[in-house]
């Protein structure tokens, strides 16, 4: 019997899910699986402490980047983890389970069984299943949100690191996954930093920068970094919670971070007396102020643009307003087309002057064939292609595959059972047989002694207890298949949301939605070719080209 080495991931998103800064649950589930595989072989673990599978991509994740070098070196056979949403929450995922295949890795979860991509189905399903996995991720985001907001309007301290000014510790209260939880306790010399800044900015009308070099100058220690900053000072100006009010939700964080106007912020109905270092009145004065100068710099900043646009005629700023980067090549050189939009100046009747932009893609090695494509055609072909695409994949009709698929499943599934209940059977039998033996055997009329029997008859109990947690995990792996399975039958029923959802978006958001669905796009000055991450045409039978489905055209 060839032997497989069998390594091990363990993950937690947080530092609250440790046990021990340890992940002994996850560990314990693989273990004992690996014990229900003969052939298997344990060889070590891979960990990730406080390691997010959503907020984190493939390639931010150091772990994942070593197992992959280590799958290359062909160092061992299986990766197992404890379920799907172990490896990550997003559907990029579902392509690096390929990756770990095609270099002889098989992918085993303890919940989800062998994660296979050999045929097109299987790569869709893990596409789905992690697909899933990052709309729970995102459900789980919003009810963590919603109980946040709800504490902080109550007045408790929702966690995290201690602003300065203050120290963690212990509130005397437990949460529902029995650790103590943390409130803040004012730090008597940092506070009278805090109220020195408030008085420099409020009294004496200093900037952010001017409070730092006077803190610098006073020698009073910054709080991470050797010198004090105008941004460290600004955060300090603007919590609430130096007036003694938690906050949440002060800025927008995602591809655009963004600060949020004070209406926006959400802050505790009452005030928390033990941890007020300024007094409302001069908080509220800090805001007036900073408010004040930011809408002073915002009107200067028009107004010189505004005089620079009289003076040059500067063109409206094309950057970003092309849907196409980052996935668009050139089909010549390979490489990533780049804007090269460029302006049109002309002058009315009246003798006004207007500027417009030419959007237009590039290529950077200006090939001979054809070296720039416009805006227009270019993503006008692009999107009714997109259009296209997902106008057929509510018209696949797959439903007879699924159910002969689902149907194999569920009998092989049955069939697991049946050998399980049959041996289960046979041990209980063997069970009372042993049990009727034992007056014998405690009069020494019979060949084994009461001690042996007594250990027979506990080996075959401990073999019952496994046969009931394999018939139980028989049992999940059948309904889970059902969910896998309904899953993807809706799959198919959101196409047209998604059609609606992309005709209707911004560039940006059509940006995002086209880098989902397609890996690239080659474009010559005949043809163009579309390479879908998933395509329609492996459900239809009509495979094109390996993966590329070409749009011939003509010149733009």
């Known amino acids: 019997m060839n032997k497989k080495m069998v390594r091990i991931l363990l993950r937690v998103s947080s530092r609250q899910q440790l046990h021990d800064d340890d992940i002994p649950l996850q560990r314990a589930e693989t273990k004992n699986f690996i014990k229900q595989h003969t052939e298997w072989v344990f060889d070590r673990e891979y960990i990730e402490k406080a390691v997010s599978g959503y907020k984190n991509g493939i390639e931010d994740r150091e772990v994942l980047m070593e197992i992959l070098e280590d799958a290359r070196k062909h160092e061992f056979d299986i990766l197992l983890t404890y379920m799907s949403d172990r490896i990550g929450r997003r559907e990029e995922y579902s392509f690096y389970i390929s990756t770990l295949n095609k270099l002889g890795v098989e992918v085993w ?12 189905i299987d790569k869709l399903l893990n596409y789905i299943r992690f697909w899933q996995n990052e709309g729970e991720s995102k459900k789980t ?10 504490m902080i309007k109550a007045g408790k301290f929702v966690g995290g690191k201690a602003p300065y000014g203050y120290r963690l510790v212990d509130s005397g209260q437990i949460s529902s996954h029995g650790r103590m939880l943390k409130k803040l306790e004012i730090v008597s010399h940092e506070a009278e930093i805090v109220k020195k800044i408030y008085d420099l900015y409020v009294q ?3 900037g952010y920068e001017k409070i730092a070099k006077e803190l610098d100058k006073e020698g009073i220690a910054a709080i991470t970094t050797e010198k004090w900053k105008g941004g460290t000072v600004c955060s300090i100006l603007k919590n609430p919670v130096y007036m ?32 007020v270092i300024i007094s409302p009145l001069e908080w509220e004065k800090a805001q007036e102020i900073r408010e004040a100068k930011r809408a002073h710099l915002q009107e200067s900043a028009n107004r010189s643009a505004e005089l620079y646009e009289q003076q040059y005629h500067a063109p409206f700023n094309p950057r970003g307003k092309l849907a196409l980067l980052g996935i668009a090549y050139c089909g010549y050189c390979r490489k990533k087309l780049r804007n090269t939009g ?23 090695e200006k090939c001979r064939e054809r ?4 805006q227009d055609f270019l993503e006008s072909t692009i999107f009714q292609v997109v259009e296209d695409y997902l106008g057929r994949l509510k018209s696949i009709d797959i439903t007879e595959e699924l159910q002969k698929m689902k149907e194999q499943q569920i009998q092989k599934r049955e069939n697991e059972r049946k050998e ?3 041996e289960t059977e046979k041990i209980k039998k063997e069970i009372k047989a042993l049990y009727d033996k034992l007056p014998d055997a405690i009069h020494g009329t019979y060949c084994f002694s009461e001690e042996e029997l007594a250990k027979m008859i506990g080996e075959r109990k401990e073999r019952l207890e496994q046969l009931k947690h394999e018939d139980a995990s028989v049992q999940n792996a059948m309904d889970r298949a059902e969910i896998t399975y309904g899953d993807l039958e809706r799959f198919t029923s959101i196409a047209p949301d998604w059609k609606q959802l992309f005709g209707e978006a911004d560039v940006q958001t059509k940006r995002m939605l086209l880098a989902s669905l397609i890996e690239r796009i080659d474009v010559k000055d005949e043809d163009i070719s579309i390479k879908f991450r998933i395509r329609v045409d492996d459900f239809v039978r009509e495979t094109i ?7 011939t055209h003509g010149s733009a």
């Open 545 to 551: 080209d390996s993966g590329t489905t070409p749009y």
């Open 371 to 374: 070296s720039s494509y416009s």
């Open 204 to 206: 004496k009308g200093y």
């Open 420 to 422: 399980i209940a049959k």
């Open 141 to 150: 985001s919003m009810r963590v949100r919603d109980a946040q907001i709800e």
């Open 342 to 364: 460029y302006n049109n100046h002309w002058k009315t009747k009246d003798g006004e002057e207007k500027v417009s932009c030419v959007g237009r893609y590039g290529c950077p």
């Open 244 to 275: 003694g009010y938690y906050s949440i939700h002060r800025r927008k964080s995602g591809n655009n971070f963004k600060r949020l106007d004070r209406n926006e912020w959400i802050i505790s109905e009452k005030q928390n007396e033990e941890i």
């Open 109 to 120: 979860t303890v919940k989800d069984g062998l994660l296979k991509s050999e045929e097109h």
